[in-house]
């Protein structure tokens, strides 16, 4: 069955540093999103992407955040200079499209720790 | 704001059946969706609803009632295994804007099974 995947699992960077975050989303999705789960906390919504460009973003989502699909399978997420409180699971999913193919299906997660 | 409330924490025996209830305070809707997150693990989906009723997939069923801002998730024949969180998103909170809408999370219900 296709899925989401992700990498890397882990990352751990200093402060200030700039992380680059991988996604392959399901091969025939149209519709792509990332989201974060700071430990303990809920899932968050950060950005949705469509036809090459953002969809909608959340207030989480400022200039210190890119996404990009440099390609026909990668999608990208690229903090630019991390925070400490940038620590979270980072999950990537993607969905088919609307109405009853609209369902999100989530990769597994880039646990980032900024130090 | 934005509004998606589930209890914290259930316990239920194995082979019983438990009902998880989510109710929601949201500008747009789009569909409802349940996921299942086992700990340090991705969202795992399990059921959605647009239309008011009730949708059976096995030993889950999920109800929305949009007139009421509420959704519930049943799980019968408890197995071990079930024994995780379970999340209630709202698809288009914010914006129903019918594209590549973001998820709005509850903060998750934490399902203890007993043997």
């Known amino acids: 069955e296709p899925e989401v995947t992700q990498t890397p699992s882990h990352q751990v960077t200093q402060m200030g540093q700039e992380v680059i975050l991988r996604c392959v989303p399901i091969?025939?999705?149209?519709?792509f999103y990332w989201y974060r789960q700071i430990l303990g906390q809920k899932v968050e919504f950060l950005v949705s992407?469509?036809?090459?460009?953002?969809?909608?973003k959340s207030e989480i989502f400022d200039d210190q955040f890119s996404v990009e699909r440099p390609d026909g399978s990668n999608f990208t997420l690229k903090i630019r200079s991390t925070k400490l409180e940038d620590s979270a699971m980072y999950f990537c999913?993607?969905?088919?499209?609307?109405?009853?193919?609209?369902?999100?299906?989530f990769g597994p997660g880039t646990r980032l720790l900024v130090l | 704001g934005q509004n998606i409330d589930q209890p914290t924490e259930m316990t239920a025996t194995e082979g019983a059946i438990v009902q998880i209830n989510c109710t929601y305070q949201?500008?747009?809707?789009?569909?409802l969706f349940w996921y299942q997150q086992h700990a340090g693990e991705a969202p795992t989906f399990l059921s959605y609803?647009?239309?008011?009723g009730l949708e059976e997939k096995g030993r889950f069923s999920s109800f929305l009632s949009r007139s009421k801002g509420y959704s519930y998730l049943l799980l019968k024949e408890l197995q071990m295994k079930d024994s995780a969180s379970y999340l209630c998103?709202?698809?288009?909170?914010?914006?129903?804007?019918?594209?590549?809408?973001?998820?709005?999370f509850g903060k998750g219900t934490h399902l203890i099974i007993q043997p």
């Open positions: 999913a993607s969905s088919l499209g609307q109405g009853d193919q609209e369902t999100q299906y």
């Open positions: 949201t500008s747009g809707f789009n569909g």
């Open positions: 998103a709202v698809r288009g909170a914010t914006y129903s804007g019918g594209g590549a809408d973001g998820l709005t």
């Open positions: 992407f469509y036809n090459n460009e953002i969809s909608e």
């Open positions: 091969s025939n999705h149209l519709y």
């Open positions: 609803n647009v239309l008011d």
